[in-house]
């Protein structure tokens, strides 16, 4: 089984990278946006046995840093 | 004093690090691989040094909090080891949950490296009793990811309850509340960017840092 995992930063933190990718946009010309926030995706291929609660705990012990980061699972 | 320096691959401060520790207890430090799940007996301070372990890949910290020895870790904070976690350190103290926050990105997403002035907020721990309460003193900091972060209900308990040991006089990073450094609720765990082994003899422009480590040493024996 397939699945990607993406993690983005929670409301409320700040992004600098985010920010400078925002920046350079704007460099670039395209205008209009308002904000860009950066996150990660991991594409994990694991035994179909692996269980709902095994690939949330896979996410909140080590994928994502909940202190910051929410992560979100999708089936591919 | 008894003090073992872990080391995880990409570590570069540690034999910084474990000569401080010499210096000043005049004992060799015990340099005690990650891979190792158990640390040597009856240690009186665990360090973690900076560097990058593990390439900083994932987030800053995050792999070496989950190998085998910081299990080892974790349990030896938990009975009052002190642990001293220095810049990658710190970052892999969050990591590993033994403190609150996250250590992120700086502001200018600039590397930061040079000589910083911050005020002792805590000299009441095992770690900053050898300084006055509100001293100003200057360590170096050599860091990319600084920025201190926790909400602002975390924030506020760390204030509260004393937990803030170091905040730099400027902000520099970004960090919240300026913080530089904090303890854990028990007082044995210390977190802290600036690089106080860097700052241990006037060689090195000066003995700040000697300071911590002089403290430490005092408190324990």
Redesign the interface.
């Given at each position: 089984m397939k699945l990607r995992i993406v993690v983005t930063l929670k409301n409320?933190?700040?992004d600098?990278?985010g920010k400078?990718i925002q920046h350079a946009l704007g460099s670039l010309g395209f205008d209009g946006v308002s904000d860009v926030r950066a996150g990660k995706i991991f594409e994990l291929e694991v035994a179909d046995s692996t269980s709902d609660k095994a690939i949330d705990s896979m996410c909140s012990?080590?994928?994502a840093?909940t202190?910051?980061e929410n992560y979100r699972i999708e089936r591919i | 004093m008894k003090t073992a320096v872990i080391v995880f691959p990409g570590s570069n401060c540690d034999r910084d690090m474990a000569v401080a520790l010499e210096q000043v207890t005049g004992k060799a430090s015990a340099m005690v691989w990650h891979g190792d799940s158990t640390l040597p007996d009856n240690l009186d301070l665990i360090a973690l040094p900076g560097g990058f372990s593990y390439g900083d890949y994932l987030r800053c910290g995050a792999i070496a909090g989950r190998s085998p020895v910081m299990q080892a870790v974790v349990e030896a904070a938990e009975r009052g080891v002190p642990v001293l976690g220095v810049c990658n350190g710190f970052q892999v103290l969050t990591e590993t949950g033994l403190l609150p926050g996250a250590l992120m990105r700086n502001r200018d997403l600039d590397f930061i490296c040079r000589d910083v002035p911050m005020i002792v907020e805590n000299s009441q721990s095992v770690f900053t009793s050898g300084y006055r309460q509100g001293q100003e003193i200057t360590i170096p900091v050599a860091h990319h990811d600084g920025n201190y972060f926790a909400d602002s209900e975390t924030l506020n308990m760390l204030e509260s309850e004393g937990r803030v040991a170091f905040r730099y006089s400027d902000s520099i990073n970004g960090s919240a509340r300026n913080i530089a450094g904090i303890l854990n609720m028990r007082g044995n765990v210390l977190g802290m960017m600036p690089h106080p082994e860097r700052r241990i003899e006037d060689a090195h422009g000066g003995s700040d840092g000697r300071v911590l480590f002089e403290g430490l040493l005092a408190a324990i024996a």
């Open positions: 409320g933190v700040l600098p990278q400078a012990k080590l994928l840093n202190v910051i | -």
